[in-house]
Structure formats: structure tokens, C-alpha cells
């Protein structure tokens, strides 16, 4: 009866054997492979959850109540009478943008004016001085204002000084440190000023037709406000909408949610780099075992032993790799979280335990989705194998091999959290693209075995070698080529990108907007522009309505959810009427104002790509809640419009005549040549219910703001810059057996150190050089893809993409040579004794 070792004595064995072959170099690699994965999969995990604490730990604080009513219309009196009759506790803010002006200087700011009562959730924070120590406590009393510090610094004020928000003068009593209901968009961009809201008539500002975002703040127990909730729900206007946490929550702002998916992305692509290390040296633990498991087989362990033996000892390492690499991630995201400070919310929760159970979770997955088809091998290795070397064990199934491997695709893929779709697009076109580009190095590898007989000995060593194992040459180019392509491709938007977009602006490009003018104001406002000797866009007339209905169908029951038409169904479109075609349009279908015989509704034109999301047709027609009242029209062209122009564009042009007797502002755009700063405080000291936005400003905060996300990308791909050094690792250690037998018999025959050196140095750089050419064509043909249907940008080629040949040889030419040394340092005598 077949006796069987107990499982102490097999974990013992197993821990002996792997202590006695830590220094055995698939060991190390498969330990860098395992410690890569689950650090990079811990740094995003902890990003993901710690941001979306944040999200919820302060949600009531984002809103500054438990609920609020806003919109761009003041609520009546029949929607705020439930909620005092219900005991709810009530604030009140109104928020505008505003130029606000000194006699130094102008500044565009997003002003705040809030009652008494406000917040009722969070807690203002204040300093005496910019940068000083800051403390909570109520707002600004009527009369006073408190501003960013970044506004004092803007316009060289001081603690006491005056400001002019329209045509109402405040004294700057605090600097401004902290609000908690900040928003998240356009408002987060500009310097912040907050004042009583006792003030605010007497500004001017605020007239018909202006851009205004009133919200009424209620906050009270969860079953008083669901009750005030179902009261006035059903007598919402069409510009205003209910919030609460489970709205807000998930509003994390458009840069951080394509940050969190880019970095997911790179975290997949270093964990699959990762397991093909993984894969690759999980081969040769295997092999170099063979002999050592026959012998095993010999002295008594079953088939199921051996295997146990081995698999302990691979789930020892994972799980040492896996607690280096937690800590690894967490040390890693707290250094990403330091990249995106500025975007940020400042009280991040510590993210708890799961992400690191995730992460670790995830290597051991890679680990063993990737290194299961070779470790099967070693318990099928047959006991005759002790006696004739040459005796294989049976290969596992195809089955097992890829459907392993796609199992913990699959997992770690669902784990991320990625969008199904987009990931699966991404490997279909990586894994054309590989097998393209590795077809056509493969032929050329093939065609270089003709040129071999008439180059140099070192060539013809180097060369032969690649010759020898050309899949595994031509795998190890595609995967160092993928590293290299990521990183140029992310540099090559980074530093081009926005400068290619602002160069392709056309000569005397309008670099301010003016919005919010007062029609009875609206010819002196022109005539001021003109001689300022400005060049200025057509004055349009703008009003704010809401989409409610196409062809009396409700529009919430058409769109599709996080669509264009979605977002654009959810706030005001500013609506305007036009008798000649912008010159950034151009009409793709109908016609411009055709002569109709049926002028039951009026026209109105509508962007294209607004009108595919919302299936649109010529012919439709339209309903618009606009100021109160419904009003319909019908589509009589679909427009493409150039938004990158700086001119005032917009989604609806009515047809002339069409919005009569309603309240409107107007709106254009100028080119003011630099230099003229103290004309434009004049003009803003003119016109002060006219919000001046200066352009090139905005520029340089997106700037910033693409370039923290962009860093943070970087940041992450370094792990997959390391994951593809694994894998060259792996590469190598793969053949290292071979190359040590080849260069034992080499120095025996007579070749020198010298030559064995000189051959692997042009193996490795070609090699490394065909990664880089690999890397140049995909960045060229990523980027060309990127600004043709993406950016809609003119591609030019990038020559200093040539370097990435020359940078890959030198690369992967000292990788190569010094993770091969073992190959040059062996005895050939113990080699060939040993063989």
C-alpha cells in the first residue's frame, strides 16, 4: 500500500528546496513579476477606493446641505413654502461669474452670495492674511467679501482693500480658504469671492437672461427631506433639478474619470506584461525540475505529491512577493495622490485593507492562471526519466494553457473595474497589430540568414542565436516595443498635443469673451470694441432653454444614458437666432433658412453631432421650455461646428424672428493685442453687468490641470516600463541554460571572452533596435489615428521618433549583455563535465 507523506513534512520540504534555490535566477525574475502586478494593482485599487471614500465621506459637504434645489431660475415661493412648513432647515446661495475690478487690474472670479444659514453641512474656513492660518467660522457680513488668495495675488490686494463686484464696492475683510460645497467645474477655475447675499441687488449684475446658478440649500432628517422631495418634484420647471448625495457622489469631475480609466489601463498592461514574465520563467522553473522531480517520483512521492511539492513552493514566493509588493503600491499611490493634490479633495480616507487583499489577490491570480500549464508538467514528469534524460512528460492541454491564462485575464480584467467594451477593443487591436509587426520581423530575421555568410564572426554569433529561437526573438522585440511605444506615445501628447491645437488657432484669434450683455447696452458695447481698434466676433443674442421634447415625445426617453444628448438635456443650452450662417459652420444637411410654404413652427438649426445622440432628423420638431413658457420648432438643418475657433458657437440657431419679447443677453467674442490691460479694466469698469473671461488664462489653468493628469499617467506607466524589463529578464533566463552550454563550447574550441562579449552586444542591440523601430511605427500610426479622429488635428511626422531605435539598442543591448554574464563567467570544463 502506497504510503503518504503528510502535508508538514511536504511544506518542510518545500520551504528546504526553495531557501536552496532562491539564487536561481527564474526565482528572482518570477518574484519581480508577481511584486509588479500586485504593486501596480494595489496602487490604482488604493487610488479607486481612498477617491471614492473621499466621495463619500464629505458627499453632504459637496452639496453643503442633504439636499438641494437648483437651476438657473430663482424657485418660487410654492416650492420653498413645503419645506419651511416641514421644519427643514433652509440657505440660500446665488452664483455668477463676474470680472472683478481694482485700479491695477481686472480678474474674472466665480462670486458666491449666501445668506445667513449657509452652509448647513461643512464648515467655512478663513484666514486673516493670504496663507495665513485658517479658521472656521461664519461668512462675510453685507458690506464685506472674502476672496481667494490666489486673487489677491492676481490683483496685488491687501486684507482691508476695496473691490467693485458690478457697481457695488466691498470691503476684502478674510481671505477665503475653504467652502464646502465647492463645485467641481467651470467655477473651480476661476478665483473665488464670497459675499452676503443682502448685497447682491445692489451689484447689477444679476439681470434677465444672465448666466446665473441659484440653489436652495434644505437639510434635515432622511424621511422629512424625501417627503419635501415627493412634494415638489412634480412642480420642477425645466431648468431646475434635485440633488442629494446619491447624485453627487459619483461626480468626481471629467479629467479625474479618464485619469482613474488611463490608469487602469496601464495597471492592465503591467499586469499582463507581468504574467507573461510570469508565464516565461514559470517555464524554466519547470524544466530545470524535471530531473529532480523524476528522482522524487523514484523514491516513493505520487504524482500528486510532486505536484503539491512544487505548486507550495510557488505559493510561498507569490505570497512573500505579494506582501512586498502591497506595500510597494501603497508607498505608490500615496506618491500619485501628491501628483493630483491640486484636484483633489484635501481629506482623503485611508482606503482600508481591501485593496491590498485586491492586489495581492490579483498576483496570486496572474501567478497562478500563468504558471499553472508548466507546473502541471512537472507532476506528469515519468520516474524513467532518471535513467534517460531525453524522456519528456506529456504537455498539458491546449485548453489548459490559454483557458488558464484567459481565466485570470478575465478575473483581473473585472477586477479593474474596466469598460468591457473598450478593453476588449484595445487587445483585438493590440493583438492585430502584434501579429502584423511580428510577422513582418520574423520574415525579416529570416531574410537575414542570407546575409550571414558575409558578415563578421561576432555578427554571425549574435545573429545565429536570434535565428535559433526566432518566435521567441520576435516575442521579446513586441513586448520591449509596447513599453517603448507607451511612453513616447504619452510624451509625445504631453508636450505636443496642446501646442499643435493652439498653433493651428488662426492669426488674431479672439483670446476674450464677453458675456452677459445688456441689449439697451449692446450698441455701446460695440462701439467701445471698436475703438479699442478690437477684432470682434457678430454680437449674438443668447437666452437659456432646456430641450423638454422631440416630436412630443419626452427627450429623457430617447437619449441613452452618459450620452452627449444626455449631458445636454441636463442643463440650459444657450439658444440663439441668427440670419446668416457663423463662419465656423457648415451645413451638412437641409438648408439655411429655406423659403417654406409651410411656416406653421419656425426653424431652427442644430448641431450635428448633438442631433445623432439625440436621433435627430431633418423635420422634427422641437420643444423648448425657455423662460417659463414651452416653445416649438422644426428642424431645418444639421450643422458641423468648429468649437476649437474661440468664436461664439453654439448648439440651437433659431431662425430669425422666432424667440420674440423674451429676456436676452448678448454674447461675442474679441482679439485684444497684448499690452492693453489698463483699456480693458476701463471697458470692464463700463460695462459692469458684462463678464469679461480672458481666454489665455483659461488655457494655462487646463494646461495645468492636463498636465497633473498627464504626470500621474506617467507615473503609472512606470510600472509597466518595469513590468517590460521583467519580461526581457524573463527572456533571457529562458535561454540562459543554452547560452551557457553554447558558450562553454565556444571558449573550448578557442573563442575569446572578447568575441563572446562582441556577439552578444550585436544580438541584444539588434534586438533592441528592432523594439524601437517597432516602437517608432506604432507611436507614428497611434498618433496619426489620435489627431485624425480623435483630436482633428493636422499630423505631421515626429522625427525624433528615430531615436527609439538607437535608444531601444542601447537598452535592450545593456540589459542583455549584463543579464547574460553568467553565460561568459562559466567554467567551460565544469559546463562540458556537467553535460
Request: net charge neutral.
Amino acid at each position: 500500500m502506497a504510503r503518504h507523506i503528510p502535508f508538514v513534512r511536504l511544506l518542510a520540504l518545500a520551504t528546504r528546496q526553495l531557501l536552496r534555490d532562491l539564487r536561481a535566477g527564474e526565482l528572482r525574475v518570477l518574484f519581480g513579476a508577481v511584486l509588479i502586478a500586485v504593486a501596480a494593482s494595489t496602487a490604482i485599487g488604493y487610488f479607486g477606493a481612498r477617491l471614492n471614500g473621499a466621495m463619500l465621506l464629505r458627499a453632504s459637504e459637496f452639496l453643503g446641505a442633504d439636499l438641494v434645489l437648483s437651476g438657473s431660475a430663482p424657485a418660487s415661493a410654492e416650492q420653498l413654502a413645503p419645506g419651511h412648513a416641514l421644519g427643514l432647515g433652509h440657505a440660500r446661495v446665488v452664483e455668477f461669474s463676474s470680472v472683478i475690478a481694482t485700479d491695477l487690474g481686472i480678474q474674472l472670479a466665480s462670486v458666491k452670495a449666501a445668506d445667513d444659514a449657509y452652509p448647513l453641512r461643512g464648515e467655512l474656513r478663513s484666514a486673516a492674511e493670504p496663507y495665513g492660518v485658517e479658521s472656521a467660522g461664519a461668512g462675510p457680513r453685507p458690506g464685506e467679501a472674502w476672496a481667494e488668495a490666489r486673487l489677491f495675488a492676481a490683483l496685488e490686494l491687501a486684507v482691508g482693500d476695496s473691490i467693485d463686484v458690478g457697481e457695488k464696492s466691498l470691503r476684502l475683510t478674510r481671505v477665503l480658504t475653504h467652502e464646502p460645497d465647492r463645485a467641481g467645474d467651470f467655477y473651480s477655475l476661476t478665483p473665488r469671492v464670497l459675499m452676503h447675499l443682502d448685497d447682491l441687488d445692489a451689484t447689477g449684475v444679476v439681470q434677465p437672461g444672465s448666466r446665473v446658478r441659484y440653489r436652495e440649500l434644505w437639510s434635515g432628517p432622511t424621511a422629512t427631506l424625501d417627503a419635501y422631495r415627493q412634494d415638489v418634484e412634480g412642480r420642477l420647471q425645466a431648468s431646475q433639478r434635485l440633488q442629494d448625495v446619491r447624485d453627487e457622489n459619483r461626480q468626481i469631475g471629467g479629467a479625474l474619470a479618464r485619469a482613474e480609466q488611463y490608469l487602469n489601463l496601464a495597471s492592465l498592461a503591467a499586469i499582463l506584461l507581468a504574467g507573461v514574465a510570469v508565464a516565461l520563467s514559470a517555464n524554466r522553473f519547470a524544466v530545470r525540475r524535471f530531473d529532480a522531480s523524476a528522482l522524487l517520483r523514484c523514491l516513493g512521492l505520487s504524482r500528486r505529491e510532486a505536484l503539491g511539492l512544487y505548486a507550495l513552493q510557488l505559493l510561498m514566493l507569490g505570497v512573500a512577493a505579494s506582501a512586498v509588493g502591497v506595500l510597494l503600491g501603497w508607498l505608490a499611490q500615496l506618491g500619485l495622490f501628491r501628483l493630483l493634490a491640486g484636484l483633489l479633495p484635501a481629506d482623503i480616507p485611508p482606503g482600508g485593507l481591501l485593496p491590498a487583499l485586491a492586489g495581492a489577490a490579483t498576483g496570486l491570480l496572474a501567478l497562478a492562471g500563468f504558471a499553472l500549464p508548466p507546473l502541471a508538467a512537472l507532476g506528469r514528469v515519468p520516474p524513467l526519466r532518471v535513467l534517460r534524460s531525453d524522456v519528456q512528460p506529456l504537455p498539458p492541454g491546449a485548453w489548459l494553457v490559454y483557458g488558464s491564462a484567459l481565466l485570470a485575464l478575465g478575473v483581473i480584467m473585472w477586477r479593474l473595474s474596466l469598460d468591457l467594451t473598450l478593453t476588449l477593443a484595445l487587445l483585438a487591436g493590440g493583438l492585430v497589430a502584434a501579429l502584423l509587426l511580428g510577422g513582418l520581423l520574423l520574415a525579416a530575421l529570416t531574410g537575414l540568414r542570407r546575409l550571414l555568410r558575409d558578415a563578421a564572426l561576432p555578427w554571425r554569433l549574435g545573429l545565429g542565436q536570434l535565428l535559433r529561437h526566432p518566435l521567441a526573438a520576435v516575442g521579446q522585440a513586441l513586448a520591449f516595443g509596447l513599453i517603448l511605444l507607451a511612453m513616447a506615445l504619452v510624451a509625445l501628447l504631453r508636450s505636443e498635443l496642446l501646442d499643435t491645437w493652439q498653433a493651428q488657432l488662426p492669426e488674431n484669434a479672439p483670446n476674450h469673451f464677453a458675456l452677459n450683455i445688456l441689449p439697451d447696452e449692446r450698441q455701446s458695447f460695440a462701439e467701445h470694441l471698436e475703438s479699442l481698434q478690437a477684432i470682434a466676433a457678430p454680437l449674438y443674442p443668447v437666452l437659456p432653454g432646456r430641450l423638454v421634447a422631440i416630436n412630443d415625445q419626452p427627450v429623457r426617453d430617447i437619449v441613452s444614458k452618459d450620452s452627449q444628448g444626455e449631458r445636454a438635456i441636463r442643463r440650459d443650452l444657450s439658444l440663439t437666432w441668427a440670419a446668416e450662417l457663423p463662419d465656423d459652420n457648415q451645413v451638412l444637411s437641409g438648408a439655411w433658412w429655406p423659403q417654406q410654404e409651410d411656416t406653421d413652427l419656425p426653424g431652427v438649426s442644430v448641431e450635428s453631432e448633438l442631433a445623432e445622440s439625440l436621433k435627430v432628423k431633418l423635420g422634427d420638431r422641437l420643444r423648448f421650455s425657455i423662460a417659463g413658457s414651452e416653445h416649438e420648432a422644426r428642424v431645418t438643418s444639421l450643422r458641423q461646428v468648429n468649437w476649437d475657433s474661440f468664436r461664439p458657437n453654439f448648439y440651437m440657431i433659431f431662425e430669425p424672428g422666432s424667440l420674440q419679447d423674451l429676456p436676452v443677453t448678448y454674447l461675442t467674442s474679441f482679439h485684444l493685442p497684448a499690452g492693453q490691460e489698463r483699456e480693458l479694466v476701463v471697458l470692464a469698469r463700463a460695462f459692469p453687468s458684462v463678464t469679461l473671461l480672458q481666454v489665455d488664462a483659461l488655457l494655462a489653468q487646463l494646461r495645468s490641470i492636463l498636465e497633473q493628469v498627464t504626470l500621474a499617467v506617467e507615473y503609472v506607466l512606470l510600472f509597466v516600463l518595469a513590468a517590460g524589463m521583467v519580461v526581457l529578464a524573463a527572456g533571457l533566463q529562458a535561454t540562459l541554460d543554452e547560452r551557457i552550454r553554447q558558450g562553454a563550447l565556444l571558449r573550448a574550441i578557442g573563442a575569446s571572452r572578447r568575441l563572446l562579449v562582441r556577439a552578444r552586444r550585436s544580438e541584444f542591440a539588434l534586438l533592441g533596435a528592432a523594439s524601437g523601430l517597432l516602437a517608432a511605427l506604432g507611436c507614428e500610426l497611434s498618433s496619426a489615428l489620435l489627431y485624425r479622429f480623435v483630436f482633428d488635428l493636422d499630423w505631421q511626422p515626429h522625427l525624433w521618433l528615430l531615436s527609439l531605435p538607437l535608444l531601444g539598442a542601447l537598452l535592450v543591448g545593456t540589459a542583455g549583455v549584463l543579464g547574460t554574464r553568467r553565460a561568459l563567467n562559466a567554467s567551460p570544463l565544469q559546463v562540458l563535465r556537467e553535460g
